[in-house]
DNA sequence: ATCAGAAATGTTACCGGTAACATTGCTGGT
DNA sequence: ACCAGCAATGTTACCGGTAACATTTCTGAT
């Protein structure tokens, strides 16, 4: 920057003026400026601004995990909000495990980020902690928590599956077996798996067939697993209704190998709304999210967090971002629904 | 951090050390800082080290889109080869925009990234001289450019549509269909073309059935046109060979509505093995490509660059990471070559 | 006990920007 | 011509760490 000041005979300052364009520079010197620093490509060292200014530019950002659609998209569409008021995104992927999450959590503040994005999905207690003390707006995606740190930005996974479950028992279906994890304990999974009891005994209907398997996520290949021993798990179901799209497409795939007719014979339907269940053949029924509306509205609430006219008292501490469900072709249609146009709309 | 040296009755310069474990502190001394430390909850702040030490502990990493399992993929797999060496990813998408790409760069640049890994798809002049001005090792991945301008991790697109083209003349097939882009120049869909016309020609064959279709990156819907208009574009072929895979799976979507028999009647082809084309009915028959590898690769090349006990010149300039050819169900099997196993492998 | 040399700790200056305040130059009203 | 008041620019100090060098404290060999 001295070698500009000294070229364009101003001093350092004026020279920091001019690149910030505060207006504080006359047009002339700061053309003059501008056209030293394009010539000897000068790049101004941002973390000396930061050490200064106080203002990062950071917003860091946890996932799960980026081997899922669902939430690159919904990073990508953060990134695209952020951009416009310059902001960079610091991206961690978590792996679905809160002592990584823990460690994450740490490492981004050492950047000092403006706010903190990260899905719910239980933290530990060391994490709330660190967020608490960063003195930094949190903003939590994707469940809402019961007792949040900050903001939230997502819906209630219980009551989407209770939606769920409760369309599926207006379809008709009576025996329904709920498949999700084992040992998920304050995850979406057992959230979900609530809503699905609650629809269930609101409507008298038995909860017993509660199929637990595999680890949280849970895969494509958990799922083929467990419809490929169909007799154990679903005799006498008429619907299997599973935590999320993935293993729902393998106990698809594995009753298709095994000539059992998906609606006809039984149901199956999803949650999230991934790409396979559209694809698939037949296409899967699923509880459908809008990851890049989460990522948009997040965005959209850190630019309101971040604007100096607009009272902190006017924003919402939580903002829905509502599920749909989407019918295709592995549900029966009984009631002529609302139902999902081809699959490569 | 004077607080804390205070208040353990040293100067901050120890806690300094005792923080990065830098071994000159003694062990009792140290024990009595981190305790402090965990007790004020100080975090230390990393732009004013990296104003100090001039290491700011980024890698600046770009990719045409996280939209797209391949890049998020190849991203994740990055990150965690650089958590094990204390970096961060600084991550931008250019959305396929060599004038985005160049915005990116020159905002990455600002925080002193330690390398710059981008993805190789045509780069804007200014680009070029910004990333050799930087005076920062670049990685080019995904394609192998004529003139790299650095390191490169990746496989030719050129040769591997070759290798495909070639094995589908070996199947049998002679009138072959090539889909791609209009106005690709540059891109990996111009080199994909050229691959299949050089071995097309090699062989005697007509390249006359160049289809070009949408603006890259072709989509699924864009192929499904295509598909929809099978008298005008696809009469008399054999073997439709897309630009990727998500147009080879609109294609075949098409072709199952009209009836078209997939591989009997004709045999469709991808690149790249999108999720997609394993899940598609038929699956699609590919060029496999690893993006975990690329990442793990790149992350590997990042970690020897930086390593301070290797000379620059034990590292080689391209790091190749090749491609396979999968074979599936909707190319006819003419000579028992591998396939690939069930969809849920 | 003495002292060389290593280990542990302290001091000073600097990394590259910007906030805050100071100064200079210019404008137009009287 | 004079001066209030703003526009444009300059000066100084500081953001929070660490490099480099200085100093003190501890070892163990003689």
Chains 1, 2 share one sequence.
Not at 91 to 97: F, R, V
Not at 116 to 139: C, E, M
Not at 289 to 307: F, K, N, Q
Not at 315 to 325: C, K, N, Q, T, W
Request: charged letters at 25%; proline letters at 5%.
């Amino acid at each position: 920057m001295e070698d500009v000041a000294q070229a364009a005979g101003v001093s350092r300052m004026t020279v920091s003026r001019a690149l910030r364009n505060d207006g504080s520079v006359s047009v002339a010197t700061r053309a003059r400026i501008m056209k030293i620093v394009a010539k000897l490509n000068y790049v101004p060292d941002q973390s000396a601004g930061t050490l200064s200014t106080r203002r990062s530019g950071f917003v860091a950002t946890l996932v799960p995990s980026l081997n899922n659609l669902h939430f690159a998209e919904s990073v990508q569409a953060l990134n695209v909000e952020l951009e416009a008021i310059g902001l960079q995104i610091l991206l961690g992927h978590t792996a679905y495990s809160t002592e990584r999450e823990e460690n994450l959590v740490e490492s981004m503040l050492k950047r000092r980020p403006e706010v903190i994005v990260l899905p719910f999905d239980g933290h530990s207690r060391r994490t709330v902690k660190l967020l608490k003390q960063a003195n930094v707006p949190v903003i939590e995606q994707w469940e809402r928590p019961q007792r949040p740190v900050g903001y939230t930005v997502g819906f209630s996974n219980r009551d989407a599956s209770r939606q769920m479950t409760e369309a599926l028992i207006a379809k008709g279906y009576r025996k329904i077996a709920f498949v999700s994890e084992i040992e998920d304990a304050w995850t979406r999974g057992a959230a979900r798996r609530a809503g699905f009891e609650e629809a269930m005994q609101a409507a008298g209907l038995s909860t017993r067939q509660m199929i637990r398997y595999g680890s949280p996520p849970m895969s494509i290949e958990d799922g083929y697993q467990l419809g490929s021993d169909f007799k154990k798990y679903f005799n006498d179901i008429e619907c299997i209704f599973c935590v999320s799209d993935a293993p729902a497409f393998g106990v698809l795939s594995a009753l298709k190998v095994q000539g059992i007719q998906v609606p006809d014979d039984i149901a199956v339907v999803g949650f999230g709304n991934f790409e396979v269940s559209r694809f698939a053949s037949p296409s899967i029924s699923t509880v459908e999210v809008d990851p890049a509306r989460i990522g948009r509205e997040t965005g959209r609430l850190i630019r309101r967090l971040l604007s100096d006219d607009e009272s902190p008292d006017d924003i919402p501490g939580h903002i829905a971002v509502d599920v749909r469900l989407s019918w295709r072709e592995s549900t029966r249609n009984a009631d002529a629904a609302q139902t999902d146009t081809e699959p490569d709309a």
